[in-house]
């Protein structure tokens, strides 16, 4: 038993060499490691064997204008923050909402206008905000629409408000689960990006519309770890030099995203 | 994006899952071992530690234990993870975690032999190790076949869990080329892909029980 011991104990100090401790060091990326969320298109998601979007091919310009090599790391988006701290990944960018999270990370400027729409299926009774009083509303997980809705965003008391007339919220893992719930009469709406929306609606012609009113409006920025301020400056640089050069709208044009969300100077 | 390609992607996806999978098994069977050895030692304070590592776990999440085992060198000891592969922390996750399931199933099945057995090898003048290693462990391997079956399949759906962590199996890449391109096609496929892998799984525990059964 001791000799098991003995040789567990080697094989455990042999495990850490062999991973070695490096102290955890920040800035002066080289290569720029984005997280983001694959099942979001059209801003992250997989096409044939590459990783495409709109977020993500901004992110390649940027690296290729920067001479840094881009790693697309598809992440589980419940453990974004733990791999954002630990420096697995060094941001996230991936249509990532700044309403209600702004203490949580290093923040580039806004670049995208995103606002949350309702998306139901065609010949629904629902035609306003007023007609889900009583409805069954998907969201997914985690998004500041979530947050908003179920009443725990203090700066948005209007949602809040429609949210606890719902009879449920139910909160989704993906944007496609959502639409594949709503799709199937799981839920009676969807609150979502509209630009998600604008593109299941595009992929699927003829079975969803949006309501006229909207949710609430939100705007999309890259999120850095809290306090990388250098590495934010370096990409926001980058990024604005794209939106002047117009880069940014023709990658917009490249996925349906209406050039006037758009808000960068 | 045609069907076709989307196979070719969920078999990429597949490769993963069956790494993930062997490397698993490679570490677990034999680490189950041992902790079944440490559980059922007579020194109280080992026995007691075993017992200890065995309850917590199987009484958390695998979920968490990769979660855990991932990014524990950063938040507890302030490493970088920059040189810890995501493949590496969930083998060693998923080791960690089916060790004690076999251990467990090792010492059900080393307590099922006859005490008698250990009694008359000792008579016949066997040392205790040959008496485990020669008599009490080929019975006991022949035993537990069909309950470390039951794991073994469970282990080839559980390595759908490594996305915890960013590793890209095959069920998260059929969840992202269903999102892709707005169909359940790749989700239907993948369902299709664990069924076959863990038939291929059930025919070769049946076929390791009915090598083993040579005295009947």
């Known amino acids: ?265 | 994006m045609p069907f076709g390609e989307m196979l070719l992607e969920l078999l990429s996806g597949l490769l993963v899952s069956a790494e993930i999978f062997v490397f698993t098994l490679a570490l677990a069977l034999p680490l189950g071992l041992v902790v079944a050895g440490g559980r059922m030692s007579r020194n109280p304070f080992v026995s007691q530690l075993f017992r200890l590592y065995i309850s917590v776990v199987r009484g958390t999440p695998l979920m968490l234990q990769i979660l855990f085992v991932y990014f524990a060198p950063y938040y507890v000891f302030g490493c970088s993870l920059a040189r810890y592969p995501r493949l590496l922390a969930t083998v060693l996750a998923f080791s960690m975690n089916y060790a004690a399931y076999f251990a467990e199933i090792y010492r059900g099945g080393i307590l099922s032999i006859d005490r008698g057995q250990w009694e008359a090898a000792k008579a016949l003048g066997l040392s205790a190790p040959r008496t485990f290693l020669r008599i009490i462990l080929p019975q006991t391997v022949k035993r537990v076949i069909p309950a470390i079956g039951n794991e073994v399949i469970t282990l080839v759906k559980d390595t759908s869990l490594a996305f915890t962590i960013a590793v890209t199996e095959m069920f998260t890449l059929a969840k992202q080329l269903a999102s892709a391109n707005t169909t359940m096609a790749p989700l239907i496929a993948a369902g299709v892909f664990y069924y076959v892998f863990n038939y291929i799984v059930a025919w070769a525990m049946e076929r390791i029980e009915a090598r083993l059964s040579y005295y009947d």
Not at chain 1, 245 to 262: F, H, N, P, S, V
């Open chain 1, 1 to 265: 038993m001791k000799k098991i011991l003995l040789m567990l104990t080697a094989a455990c100090a042999a495990a850490m060499t062999f991973t070695g401790c490096e102290k955890a060091a920040e800035g002066g990326a080289k290569k720029l490691v984005v997280g983001f969320d694959a099942d979001f298109p059209p801003y992250g998601f997989k096409d044939g064997k590459e990783y495409k979007g709109f977020d993500l091919d901004l992110a390649r310009e940027v690296c290729r204008r920067r001479g840094w090599t881009f790693v697309a790391n598809p992440i589980n988006w419940d453990a974004k923050d733990m791999e954002l701290n630990s420096g697995s990944i060094d941001c996230i960018w991936n249509g990532f909402t700044m309403q209600g999270r702004e203490e949580g990370y290093t923040w580039t400027e806004p670049y995208v206008d995103n606002s949350q729409v309702v998306l139901v299926k065609v010949g629904s009774p629902i035609k306003t905000l007023k007609d889900l009083a009583g409805k069954t509303v998907g969201v997914q997980t985690d998004t500041p629409v979530q947050k908003a809705l179920a009443g725990k965003d203090d700066g948005n008391k209007a949602a809040a408000a429609l949210g606890k007339t719902f009879k449920k919220l139910v909160v989704l893992p993906n944007y496609n689960n959502a639409v594949m719930d709503l799709d199937s009469g799981a839920v009676d709406a969807v609150a979502l990006d509209v630009g998600v929306a604008k593109k299941k609606m595009s992929d699927m012609p003829g079975k969803f519309e949006l309501l006229k009113e909207i949710v609430m409006t939100e705007t999309y920025g890259i999120g850095f770890k809290k306090g990388n301020v250098q590495l934010r400056d370096e990409v926001q640089a980058t990024l604005k030099e794209m939106a002047k050069d117009g880069t940014m709208a023709k990658i917009a044009d490249q996925y349906k995203i209406e050039r006037a969300a758009l808000i960068l100077k």
